[in-house]
T-cell receptor
């Protein structure tokens, strides 16, 4: 049981390049999330997916797109990277719809630098 | 909309001393409350959570937190801090929909 996995762990991009961050979970969770973490700003929600086939914008969606490929996988795409997108990106999942849950399980993160 | 405030950006305590990290939330109904810990270079890990019932909840690694509705607080405590507790701690509030709002975090430094 690997939990939540993310690839790659590190990435350096040039301004204007595109890339996709991959996330997969093996806990059969309904919901998945993408966050970015910047110093002193905590975690900010980029996009989330409450269930397979649905996605919704979070707090900071501009410049990003997502795909919920199936129940296990949720990818984040940067179409044209900008230096402001330099950050650490975390994927998380949770089991929702059940009283007393909503605990989020996090991946190890992707450290992205845009030059 | 829900929100979380962690008033202390950075706290330093001596090993063996007690610890209290503050968290205040804003939410119209009964909240789902969480504390997560993040070690350097790692993702977040759940320490404890409160949904209902006893307002004093126990978590992993000897941590506990107390929900005080009248003060809109959910402070994290530990009686005796160990050097391995040095990390960043996040309080979060949820509405039961899965989405949570996180505070900005408190960095804990432990002095030998």
């Amino acid at each position: 049981n690997a939990g939540v996995t993310q690839t790659p762990k590190f990435q350096v991009l040039k301004t204007g390049q595109s890339m996709t961050l991959q996330c997969a979970q093996d806990m059969n969770h309904n919901s998945m999330y993408w966050y970015r973490q910047d110093p002193g700003m905590g975690l900010r929600l980029i996009y989330y997916s409450a269930s397979e086939g649905t996605t919704d914008k979070g707090e900071v969606p501009n410049g990003y797109n997502v795909s919920r490929l199936n129940k296990r996988e949720f990818s984040l795409r940067l179409e044209s990277a900008a230096p402001s997108q330099t950050s650490v990106y975390f994927c998380a999942s949770s089991e929702t719809g059940v009283e007393g849950t909503d605990t989020q399980y996090f991946g190890p993160g992707t450290r992205l630098t845009v030059l | 909309a829900q929100s979380v405030t962690q008033p202390d950006i950075h706290i330093t305590v001596s090993e063996g001393a007690s610890l209290e990290l503050r968290c205040n939330y804003s939410y119209g109904a009964t909240p789902y409350l969480f504390w997560y810990v993040q070690s350097p270079g790692q993702g977040l890990q759940l320490l404890l959570k409160y949904f209902s019932g006893d307002t004093l909840v126990q978590g992993i690694k000897g941590f506990e937190a107390e929900f005080k509705r009248s003060q809109s607080s959910f402070n994290l405590r530990k009686p005796s801090v160990h050097w391995s507790d040095a990390a960043e701690y996040f309080c979060a509030v949820g509405a039961g929909s899965g989405k949570s709002t996180f505070g900005d975090g408190t960095t804990l430094t432990v002095k030998p």
